[in-house]
């Protein structure tokens, strides 16, 4: 009962200081930008919102990347630690399964096949990215269910390194297929991009990563206990066989839900759990909101560099999450040594 | 030891004696000395070809030309990423056009001995520079230097129609991701687009930025505030009907480009290959951005 109050206790402390860096993070970051805007004519009712473009820069622009950012990188970096603990390994990823490169094949093909559609009002390039993810979720749900007894963690990775490398193959496939200005276009959205300019593909990923997170919420104390092994945790009375399905589905969602979003962003799925253990400890049931906490900010952080380092070009948000977090991530781990 | 040092030395004097030309550097070749077997990977310099006269001499094209007609006839010899080398030694080439940068085909034909013309993207001065090199290292000097000329002349007639009128500040939009404003990436302030754009008549948006292209986002199209934006459609998606409109930039009705409805799409590969055709995808786009001046 102590150690129950203990992680109560550390549990709240996490997610108020983490929260309120999340918090103070997402309100700071659409008050900055290659351009000065000023709140109080964001404000201003007396303009209409057609000619204001203070109010244009901060709802059009900053507010939906910076909605956006929060979003994937709280879905990549819990479904990260939640393929980390059901793999038990700690080079597991939000992307360890395929699902991030079933996504990548969904939108690189509608953009060289120029699909053009909306449903609605989301775009084809995220809806085809978003289809691609299901498409390689079946394939992952249907390996998974046929074993009997739980998935052997060995034969999952393994699996899921096949599916990674087939899509990957195909990526590259599509792509040779592709005109020359295609190629540029798709290896563009390889880089990620967060300047999603409206709230249609938010609106279009928020109803699976609520799904997701919801699922996710009903995992962490069997998660600690799965980090003993599948026997182990049996013998506990864990339902290993759903909680693995539980666990896969949810973090498969998640990933696939971000990356139809803000395209593949490296570095988080796999380093912000870890960070995240250095920080608050090894509980499941405090790992696994902070780091969506943690991804969240983090993103949201990383977009503020750079979208202003290099002002007016911008840079592709990836360079920037492993620019600044693998340094940092080596400091904390040499740190802690 | 002597021997590296013999092939080192073997190695340049066939560069000396095979002639690697790069824009600008070419000497006149006397007249049965003119290549007869050229192959061209690259569209805008296979449409100079044609122009001044040397088509017959092309016998192999790369996989992207399509212009003029007549290269469809043409054998194809893969293309920028991937030039198929044994294709291209088995045309029994005596110059090959290449992208400066290929390095790895440079130096397997190096190695072949078959003397290369180095072609390099630029402005539009170094495509009217190029087209007289070329002419030079293929036997057509008169005829290039009087395609480059009338280029010349067409543009600067361009410039002159348009002289002393309010010039529209222009965003020209090479890409996009289809009914999104995500992605987009524009001309920069570099480079034979962004002189079109110039001599057609308007403010580059981008001018400050000295690139051939930029990553735009939607704030600072929304910050610089253009009066007009133009889209350009090239490559296999020009003869696509996508369904994809200009409907998505209305989300930034504050753009008086958005405001006045000054949104244009503009449709064929003249506007992105640096070739001949250049004077008149320069009057398209005038003719879109400077109504009035060519009433």
């Known amino acids: 009962m102590p150690e129950r109050a203990d992680v109560r206790r550390r549990l709240w402390v996490t997610l108020a200081a983490f929260g309120a860096l999340t918090l103070a993070t997402c ?12 709140l109080s004519r964001v404000f201003d009712r007396s303009v209409p919102f057609a000619d204001n473009v203070d109010a244009q820069i901060f709802f059009v622009a900053r507010l939906p990347r910076v909605l956006a950012a929060a979003l ?5 970096a819990s479904a990260g630690a939640v393929f980390q603990a059901l793999l038990r390994n700690p080079l597991a990823s939000a992307d360890t399964l395929g699902v991030s490169g079933g996504a990548a094949l969904g939108a690189i093909a509608a953009i060289t096949f120029h699909a053009s559609f909306t449903v609605f009002g989301i775009p084809s390039v995220p809806l085809a990215s978003l289809t691609g993810s299901v498409g390689a979720l079946v394939v992952v749900y249907a390996l998974a269910a046929a074993r009997r007894r739980g998935m052997a963690a060995t034969g999952l990775l393994l699996a899921g390194i096949a599916l990674n490398a087939f899509f990957s193959a195909f990526v590259l496939f599509v792509q040779n297929l592709a005109s020359f200005a295609d190629t540029f276009r798709t290896v563009r959205w390889l ?53 693995e399905r539980v666990a896969l589905l949810s973090a498969s969602l998640a990933t696939g839900a971000a990356v139809s979003l803000g395209g593949p962003v490296s570095f988080i799925g796999i380093v912000v759990p870890h960070l995240v253990r250095l920080i608050v400890g090894a509980d499941h049931r405090v790992v696994l909101p902070a780091s969506a906490l943690f991804g969240a900010m983090f993103l949201v952080g990383c977009d503020i560099l750079a979208r202003t380092v290099f002002s007016p070009i911008e840079l592709p948000v990836g360079i920037v999450t492993a620019l600044i977090g693998a340094p940092f991530f080596l400091w904390l781990l040499v740190r802690r040594m | 030891m002597t021997r590296p040092v013999h092939r080192w030395a073997a190695a340049a004097a066939a560069l000396v004696a095979t002639g690697v030309l790069a824009g600008g550097s070419a000497a006149a ?50 293309g920028l990423l991937d030039p198929d080398t044994e294709r291209i030694l088995a045309m029994r080439p005596d110059l090959v056009i290449v992208y400066d940068g290929q390095s790895a085909l440079e130096e397997r034909l190096a190695r072949a001995g078959v003397p290369m013309f180095k072609y390099r993207h630029g402005d539009l001065a170094n495509v009217t ?18 395609l480059a000329s009338g280029l010349e002349r067409r543009l ?20 996009r991701e289809p009914n999104s404003l995500q992605n987009i990436y524009a001309s920069g302030g570099y480079g034979f687009l962004h002189d079109m754009l110039v001599i057609a008549g308007a403010r580059d948006m981008l001018d400050d930025v000295k690139r051939e ?74 003719r879109l951005l400077q109504p009035e001046a060519w009433r």
């Not at chain 1, 996710?216 to 104390?221: F, I």
């Not at chain 2, 520079?129 to 009087?146: F, I, N, P, S």
């Open chain 2, 129 to 146: 520079a190029t087209m007289r090199t070329l002419g030079r290292a293929v036997g057509r000097a008169a005829e290039a230097d009087a």
């Open chain 1, 191 to 243: 880089m990620g991009s967060l300047d999603i300019g409206s709230y249609a593909p938010i609106l279009g990923a928020l109803p699976l990563l609520a799904v997701s997170g919801v699922a996710m919420a009903s995992l962490p104390r069997t998660l600690d206990l799965m980090s003993l092994g599948g026997d182990a945790a049996a013998a506990r009375g864990v339902d290993v066989r759903r909680t």
């Open chain 1, 72 to 76: 994937v990188g709280a879905a990549l």
């Open chain 2, 213 to 286: 292209s930029v990553q735009v986002s939607t704030e600072m199209v929304l910050a610089r505030r253009p009066d007009a934006i133009v889209e350009l459609q090239y490559g296999d998606g020009a003869s696509l009907s996508t369904g994809d409109d200009l409907s998505p930039w209305r989300a930034l009705s504050s753009v008086p480009a958005v405001k006045a409805g000054r949104l244009y799409r503009l449709v064929g590969d003249e506007f992105v290959e640096a070739g001949p055709r250049l004077g008149d995808a320069t009057e398209k786009l005038s």
């Open chain 2, 156 to 175: 600067a007639a361009i410039a002159a129609r348009v002289a002393g009128r309010p010039r529209p500040l222009t965003l020209l939009v090479l890409g």
């Open chain 2, 29 to 78: 070749p006397a007249p049965d000395a003119a290549p007869r077997r050229i192959v061209c990977f690259i569209p805008a310099v296979t449409q100079m070809l044609f122009a001044i006269g040397a088509g017959p001499q092309v016998v192999a094209v790369g996989a992207y030309d399509h212009d003029p007609p007549a290269v469809n006839a043409l054998p194809r010899v893969g």
């Open chain 1, 27 to 38: 309100v700071v970051a659409p008050l900055v930008g290659s351009t000065p805007i000023h």
